[in-house]
């Protein structure tokens, strides 16, 4: 056995010597591997080098394996899940680490946006990152049934985000009104009767009239003061919005009433009863 060098420039020759035999070893375990198949369910791809899995996706699909496809018609990918590894988690990676999304990437998300001539809604799992964002918001004030997302044709979400370009300040308020119909709570379709504030609002847009508090568009930041506002249907379900909202100032504890109906977008309609 060699003795171990004192001067400099062995030493790093032989830093640089061992160094060379850590990525061989690394190549040689890494091609072995590679012969092996992606261990998620479905997929025949090989593994990445030295990991079981052939990419992030299937490693997180294996850890949620009832994970639902992608919202986008004629997608079949799984939707993105993010990580359960809490080392890798930031901000709201970490926090919606035990939800899903609805689309499996974002090009999906806005491919679909293009695709749809009319606003649909989409009933949402508990376990559905948006879900959360709902539930979250309302801080147990409402005893939830259902929360479906909102999807808007391109041009619809377009001119609020043209608007909203002029304000520093967005939030989530909620807007209660009134539910006089049962199909929209049952299947999700809107009904054509005009007593039906909720389809009307989805089919047409908020509209700056209010017959309790006079003409404008009233939101507020606490559920339970906008369900001061809701008239319940036959069925006794209860329903209000949660908008997003393009605001000058932040405004946090009151009722605001905004005369532009561009500054607000409803996003999630809410389900309840009392």
Known sequence: MSAFPTDRRGIVQLMVDV???VIEDTRTNANTKAK???????????????YDHCSKTCHRL????NAPTCSRPGCSAMVYVPSKDTNKGKGEGQKFQNFHFDYCSKACYHKHSDEVNQTTLRFLEKDNRDFKV??????????LQKVARIIYPKTVVKRHLEVGANFKNANLKFHGTVLACSSLFANGQMCSGGGCRVCSILAYGLLRRCVVRGPGLFVAPQANISHGYTVPSADGIRCMFLCNVFEPMCVSNVIT????????LPRYVIFYRM
């Open 19 to 21: 160094f060379k035999e």
């Open 36 to 50: 092996d198949l992606c261990k998620c369910d479905g997929c025949n791809n090989p593994c990445f080098e030295i």
């Open 62 to 65: 294996s850890e949620r394996p």
């Open 134 to 143: 709902v539930q979250d918001k309302i801080a147990g004030q409402l005893a």
């Open 257 to 264: 009433n905004y005369e532009d109906d561009r500054l607000i």
